[in-house]
């Protein structure tokens, strides 16, 4: 069973940037679309970025588009978000997920396994 644990979150000028991590143990990734989601406080949770299982694919939510890239690194067995121009909108629990057959989802229902997320806080 994989597990994912997300780090690198922590509290943030808006306009700054933080590169959020997440390790994977007890499984590789390199068989998994790997995705991104949110959660602000009273909000449901939202798809934030999503990348395929060899990362040569990548899709991101209009709210995030050219501030926020997805990357993977296989050999490492991690995933990546790097955020820049950070907004206080963007506050939230950020997850770490992973998908069945490497393919790219923005609905939640498409992932499999989730980390239990790290805190991103935007003051303005």
């Known amino acids: 069973q994989v597990q994912l644990v997300e780090s690198g979150g922590g509290l943030v000028q808006a306009g700054g940037s933080l590169r959020l991590s997440c390790a994977a143990s007890g499984g590789t990734l390199s068989s998994y679309g790997m995705g991104w989601f949110r959660q602000a406080p009273g909000k449901e949770r939202e798809f934030v970025a999503t990348i395929s299982w060899r990362g040569g694919s990548t899709r991101y939510a209009d709210s995030v588009k050219g501030r926020f890239f997805i990357s993977r690194d296989n050999d490492k067995n991690s995933v990546y978000l790097q955020m820049n121009g950070l907004k206080p909108e963007d506050t939230g629990v950020y997850y770490c997920?992973?998908?069945?057959?490497?393919?790219?989802?923005?609905?939640?229902?498409?992932?499999?396994?989730w980390g239990q997320g790290t805190q991103v806080t935007v003051s303005s």
């Open positions: 997920a992973a998908s069945l057959g490497g393919i790219l989802s923005m609905a939640t229902t498409g992932y499999r396994y």
